[in-house]
């Protein structure tokens, strides 16, 4: 069980209505679905990754965030869930409205460019940046809009998006992961 | 088709008032199970066979003696498991299994209906086949599921009753019928019209128009194939011979096939029942029923939907019944969908495609599960 899904899990409030975007394999769904509320539905793009959905017995929808998010009605989710793939998207900025629209709160996680073995890496060796939750080289990421836990901060701040922090930590130099409770 | 005395058959005394505007009373059902009902008559699957299908999903068919039109799906162990559901399948009426169709004496005249049965559509073959559920005593069905047509008739049917079923699996289908799915319909009725055995819809069994009807299913059979699957199954491939011959026999596999597939089809099934089944698609619109909002047809029903596409499928693209989806979600409803990659076209459906079965039996095994828990 990885850490992140223990935190993002026990944001969660009981038998809330839940949508995971971009919810890959199903696991943090399956952890949701088995401790904290059932009503809980995936969208995901990856063909791969539905049928892996659908073997855990889990609610899913094939389908593209950034084009599929404006199906669903206003507030029509206690929570949206977008853990760590707000970076690979075209135009992350449309994704956080849609989040927003979609959800009451919206639970962001990105993995922290900020991070000080991330930056380490990019003083003394000069390339970028390999780490566990970066993986990938250069020119093969999925990665498209890198950002730091400062800027996502001052990202919302900037467009009014209010940052429910309780019981986050979000130390730039020192976190792996930014997790977010945000909403309008 | 001598046999048909022996199929179950359901007699509906009830009038029906058909959208033709005519009243049918007194008129027979066929149909078939599959798998036992349990005790709380909580385990009941409605199956809804499409065009050419009939009440035989599953096992050997008794008429044509060949295996049932779902036999991969439907059966002990399999995706729609009759050790665990009691699965219903009904003949259309329309059809020719019998269940009420243009074949039928009429008894006035004492001649079969031929083109003086009403015009029927969708929504009155999901009303007649409600009628199972009063029959069995089922108060709710656990799913109703089918694939094109039969997927037609599962969206018509959670709209016309809402509560009556737990989940819904629409397949391969689409909530209105597109331009091209009424060209292509029309090419068949055309086919069969234009054999001078139709006379009118007033022919003998024994002088049937078997040729429109081979070559309307001939001409259907390629929209149910995607052309990557003719070119990998046949290509350019020769019929029994080493080159061509320079005539118009059947020198490529493909034709031969297609020729096969018309011959057989004629020997069991009904030129007028053709006319009728796909006319009743053809006048399929569930969304211009609600006004243009599709999202209406589904506003008073909780039942959980999983929708399935297929990625080589033209008939009924992904994109139609992606529009299913997204007239559930703009209501909130509880909705699961999938694009099953497979190069086996329309057809995918009915055949061995594992992710597609484990689709179905995976969501059909996890809401039943999850039904119980809710009751416990």
């Known amino acids: 069980m990885k850490k992140e899904f223990n935190i993002i899990a026990n944001l969660i409030k009981e038998n809330s209505k839940v949508l ?38 889990l609610t899913v929808i094939e389908g593209d965030a950034e084009k599929d998010l404006k199906q669903f009605p206003l507030s029509s989710f206690d929570y949206v ?104 | 088709m001598n046999n048909l005395n022996k199929v179950k058959k359901l007699i509906i005394n009830k009038p029906l008032k058909l959208d033709c505007g005519k009243t049918i009373s007194n008129f027979p059902l066929a149909y078939e199970t599959y798998g036992e009902l349990n005790e709380k008559k909580d385990n009941a699957i409605l199956a809804f066979h499409a065009l050419t299908g009939d009440q035989f999903a599953s096992g050997i068919n008794p008429i044509t003696n060949k295996e049932g039109w779902w036999s991969y799906a439907v059966g002990p162990n ?14 259309v009426i329309g059809g020719c299994m019998g269940s009420y169709g243009p074949s039928n004496i009429n008894k006035k005249t004492n001649k079969s209906f031929g083109t003086e049965f009403p015009v029927i559509t969708i929504n009155d073959m999901v009303n007649a086949q409600y009628h199972l559920l009063e029959f069995f005593k089922i108060e709710k069905l656990f799913s109703v599921v089918g694939g094109s047509m039969g997927g037609m008739q599962v969206l018509q049917f959670v709209s016309n009753f809402p509560d009556k079923s737990f989940t819904a699996i629409p397949i391969a289908c689409t909530a209105s019928h597109s331009a091209q799915n009424i060209a292509l319909n029309e090419l068949g009725r055309q086919s069969i019209m234009a054999d001078h055995n139709w006379s009118n819809g007033f022919y003998q069994e024994n002088k049937s128009p078997n040729k429109g009807l081979a070559v309307a299913r001939m001409a259907a059979h390629i929209t ?39 011959s057989v089809f004629v020997d069991r099934f009904d030129a007028n029942s053709y006319l009728y089944i796909t006319r009743a698609m053809d006048y399929f619109d569930l969304t211009k029923q609600f006004n243009g909002n ?66 179905v039996k995976n969501f059909l095994n996890t809401s039943y599960k999850k039904i119980n828990e809710k009751r416990i």
Request: hydrophobic share 35%.
């Open chain 1, 81 to 184: 869930i977008l853990s760590q793939t707000l970076q690979a998207f075209l135009d992350p900025e449309n994704v956080i409205n849609e989040l927003l629209r979609v959800g009451k709160k919206a639970i962001v996680t990105i993995p922290n460019f900020g991070y000080w073995k991330v930056r380490i890496h990019l003083l003394f060796q000069g390339t970028m940046p390999i780490t566990k939750n970066l993986p990938n080289e250069w020119y093969n990421t999925p990665n498209l809009h890198m950002c730091t836990i400062k800027d996502f901060v001052n990202y919302c701040n900037k467009k009014n998006i209010k940052i429910n922090s309780t019981n986050l930590n979000y130390n730039n130099l020192f976190s792996q992961l930014g997790i977010f409770v945000i909403e309008k």
């Open chain 2, 78 to 91: 399999k995706a729609i498991d009759t050790k665990k559901y009691f699965v219903i399948c009904a003949n």
């Open chain 2, 224 to 262: 149910y194939l995607s052309k990557k699957g003719l070119q990998e199954k046949f290509g350019r491939k020769l019929q029994e011979r080493d080159d061509l011959k320079f005539g118009f026999d059947a020198d490529f596999q493909i034709e031969s096939y297609l020729r096969y597939q018309g």
């Open chain 1, 20 to 57: 995971d975007v971009g919810c890959g394999d199903g696991e943090l769904m399956k952890y949701i679905t088995e401790n904290i509320t059932s009503d809980i539905r995936g969208l995901e793009i990856s063909k791969s990754n539905v049928q892996k959905c659908i073997e855990k017995g």
């Open chain 2, 294 to 359: 599709l999202s209406k047809a589904f506003e008073k029903s909780n039942t959980k939907f999983f929708i399935i596409s297929f990625t080589s499928d033209w008939l009924y693209p992904t994109s139609e019944n992606r529009e299913i989806v997204i007239a559930l979600n703009s209501l909130g409803k509880d909705v699961g969908f999938a694009e099953i990659t497979s190069d086996k076209g329309h057809d995918s459906f009915l055949l061995d495609v594992p992710d597609f079965l484990n689709t």
